[in-house]
């Protein structure tokens, strides 16, 4: 092939050993777990202040997501996210914050190309299957309570 010899798979399996950069995994597992912890604190917190505001049991946990959402998306706008995910890893995407950057960074990326073309197509190319997924269950779910309530 071209006069080159092809690297056996040990030989090859070595170098890329030898030149792959070495990240540290334990320091890596510890900011996640200390960054998506503090966010998840932070969704506790904001639904103790949403029940000292006198909502009820059901509606606390809306209003925790979404806040929480609301903030994840706004410092993915103002460019804060991208730092924390740089520095936390996964334990900035597992929260529901992760979730509402992953639909607004696409969108940030594409809105030179307008609204509608840049903005509202690629607002939901990541998130789009998750909520056609969690929208359709929640409706076949909502029908089967119906029909339960009806029937029973």
């Known amino acids: 092939m071209n006069g080159k010899q092809m690297p056996d798979a040990k030989a090859y399996s070595e170098m890329v050993d030898r030149l792959t950069p070495k990240t540290p995994k334990v320091k890596g597992f510890l900011r996640a777990f200390w960054v998506g912890g503090l966010i998840c604190a932070l969704g506790q917190a904001i ?9 009820s049991y059901q509606q606390l946990p809306m209003f925790s997501a979404s806040v929480l959402v609301f903030l994840g998306t706004t410092l993915t706008g103002v460019g804060v996210y991208d730092k924390i995910g740089k520095y936390a890893g996964a334990g900035s995407i597992v929260p529901i914050t ?13 809105r030179r190309e307008g609204l509608v073309l840049g903005v509202g197509a690629k607002l939901f190319s990541i998130a789009g299957p998750v909520l056609s997924y969690g929208i359709s269950a929640s409706v076949i779910y909502g029908l089967i309570f119906w029909l339960t309530e009806v029937i029973g």
């Open 98 to 110: 992760g979730f509402a950057n992953s639909v607004c960074a696409p969108a940030m990326e594409f």
């Open 47 to 55: 639904g103790a202040l949403g029940g000292a505001l006198g909502l």
